[in-house]
């Protein structure tokens, strides 16, 4: 059975940084491109960003480049997004997905699996 379990989220001041773990399980990560996706209620799921399986292609969405860095590391089967600078605007739920394809990354549409969320909440 396939997991992936996000961590890091909470409630942080303008500024402020945190940095969101997600852990996977039940399938072969270094084979899978991961993204990072985030939601508010009644929007749907907005990328922010994407490593490719062998780390060696990532993208960003405008709105968090500068700010946020995306890594992995395929030996303890995590990906991890580093926020940094956070806004007000940040606040949302943050999911991470597995990819298996690498095609279209920032299409949420794309992935094959997700985790629960973690919720990240920035305030002015």
């Known amino acids: 059975q396939v997991q992936l379990v996000e961590s890091g989220g909470g409630l942080v001041q303008a500024g402020d940084s945190l940095r969101l773990s997600c852990v996977s399980s039940?399938?072969?990560?270094?084979?899978?491109?991961m993204g990072w996706f985030r939601q508010t209620p009644g929007k749907e799921r907005e990328f922010v960003a994407f490593?490719?399986?062998?780390?060696?292609?990532?993208e960003y969405s405008d709105s968090v480049k500068g700010r946020f860095t995306i890594s992995r590391d395929n030996a303890k089967n995590t990906a991890f997004l580093q926020m940094s600078n956070l806004k007000p605007e940040d606040t949302a739920l943050y999911y991470c997905?597995?990819?298996?394809?690498?095609?279209?990354?920032?299409?949420?549409?794309?992935?094959?699996?997700w985790g629960q969320g973690t919720q990240v909440t920035v305030s002015s």
């Open positions: 490593i490719k399986w062998s780390g060696m292609s990532i």
């Open positions: 039940g399938l072969p990560f270094d084979r899978y491109s």
């Open positions: 997905g597995a990819q298996g394809t690498s095609y279209y990354p920032t299409h949420a549409a794309t992935y094959d699996y």
